[in-house]
């Protein structure tokens, strides 16, 4: 079964300071979804990514999939108080897109 | 907000007791997944409906079932409910099985 590796699994940052997490796939991925947590709330989407090289923004987030499909990372830049939260990846397992595998999560905080 | 509404937000219950959680899925979205998620764990996939039919499971026993409904919201009922079953409950809606899913708020259970 796939397993997603996420990276760091917490990250302490000082407001406008950039910041990049990883996520690691065991297989390849057929689709690689973002989203964002805020404690103990319901997942925000943030982005899709299908292709080989494929590479997404919005507002100072970017997220880009390795050509070989295995690993995604998210870059803020920049960061804010209300990028502080919980980041996860999700990967879709086969071609049908669902339904999603999720890495552990990466917590972060951004410091004044 | 996505639209995803989910009942009751929290949920106290105690050890062989049953549950119901409900989901109101996106307009025009006809498919719900549910997912556990323990605390600083992702998501973990329980089960799909799609046009009032289960379209996949995860590994979770029997005494977690689940409905779907003509205007397409849902039930996620837990039988015999233990101590492990303490999570979030996080339940999402897409157009269909292959789009991008869209979560709610979550329902928090506590078994005691």
């Known amino acids: 079964s796939q397993e997603l590796e996420q990276s760091p699994q917490s990250l302490i940052v000082q407001e406008g300071k950039n910041l990049t997490i990883n996520c690691t796939s065991s297989k390849t991925l057929y689709g690689l979804y973002w989203y964002k947590q805020k404690y103990g709330e319901g997942l925000i989407f943030l982005m899709m990514?299908?292709?080989?090289?494929e590479e997404k923004s919005h507002e100072k987030i970017t997220a880009k999939l390795d050509e070989k499909k295995q690993q995604s990372s998210l870059h803020i830049t920049a960061s804010q108080p209300s990028h502080a939260g919980i980041y996860l990846c999700?990967?879709?397992?086969?071609?049908?897109?669902?339904?999603?595998?999720f890495g552990k999560g990466t917590r972060l905080s951004v410091i004044a | 907000e996505t639209g995803v509404t989910q009942s009751p937000t929290h949920l106290i219950k105690t050890r062989g007791q049953q549950v119901t959680l409900r989901c109101s899925s996106q307009s025009g979205h006809n498919t719900v997944s549910w997912y556990q998620q323990a605390l600083g764990q992702g998501p973990q996939f329980i089960f799909q409906?799609?046009?009032?039919?289960?379209?996949g499971r995860g590994n979770f026993p029997p005494r977690f079932s689940g409905l779907q409904f003509p205007n397409y919201s849902s039930e996620l009922n837990v039988n015999a409910l233990e101590l492990d079953d303490s999570a979030l409950y996080l339940c999402?809606?897409?157009?269909?099985?292959?789009?991008?899913?869209?979560f709610g708020p979550g329902t928090r259970l506590l078994v005691l």
């Open positions: 999402a809606s897409s157009s269909f099985f292959g789009e991008t899913q869209y």
């Open positions: 409906y799609y046009r009032e039919e289960e379209n």
């Open positions: 990514l299908q292709k080989g090289g």
């Open positions: 999700g990967a879709a397992p086969n071609s049908g897109n669902t339904p999603l595998v």
